[in-house]
């Protein structure tokens, strides 16, 4: 399965749903899983954010090596599941794809909860808004890979516990 993550500029929020789940999954030995990130309006090549840098840093996770990528036609026809940060990404990614993005594109709080909200962009904000942003993200990936994986919802809960 292939989930991409979009956001506005893939410096910050997409980048580290990315990198979270693929820890995530290796943690889990999901060996079918690959996430990518792209950005609605991203400039292609500029590195993630320092904030999400050092948030995932502190998670255990290396983003040095992020370079951002606009979401294209193609990547998001490549994609089986494509998880926005925004429902204003996700209204974008539909319109985008018309007919195609029927049942594969969502706001990741909406797919994961239910809930049409949106992950808060912590751009140019401090250390703590990053970590909020972040810990909100794994929150919504946990709910995610529950959905996705439900014969593993106990060991997912349970890895999120520990993690979190």
């Known amino acids: 399965m292939r989930i991409l993550f979009v956001c506005t500029g893939n410096t910050c ?3 580290m749903a990315e990198v979270l789940l693929r820890k995530t999954a290796r943690r889990l030995q999901i060996d079918e899983m690959e996430a990518l990130s792209a950005g609605l309006y991203a400039r292609e090549g500029t590195a993630a954010s320092f904030g999400a840098i050092s948030a995932m840093q502190r998670r255990g996770i290396d983003l040095y090596h992020h370079y951002s990528q606009g979401l294209t036609r193609e990547l998001a026809h490549g994609a089986d599941l494509i998880l926005c940060m925004e429902e204003s990404h996700a209204r974008a990614v539909k319109a985008m794809l018309g007919d195609s993005a029927k ?4 706001g990741l709080l909406g797919f994961a909860t239910g809930r049409e909200e949106d992950i808060a962009d912590p751009f140019g904000g401090d ?3 990053y970590d909020q942003t972040a810990r909100q993200i794994e929150l919504a990936l946990a709910a ?12 997912i809960q ?7």
Do not use: T
Request: aromatic share 10%.
């Open 158 to 164: 349970a890895s999120y516990e520990a993690e979190l």
């Open 127 to 129: 250390e703590r808004e």
């Open 103 to 106: 049942g594969k594109v969502y």
């Open 144 to 155: 995610a890979l529950m959905k996705l994986y439900p014969e593993k919802a106990g060991e």
């Open 13 to 15: 929020r997409s980048p």
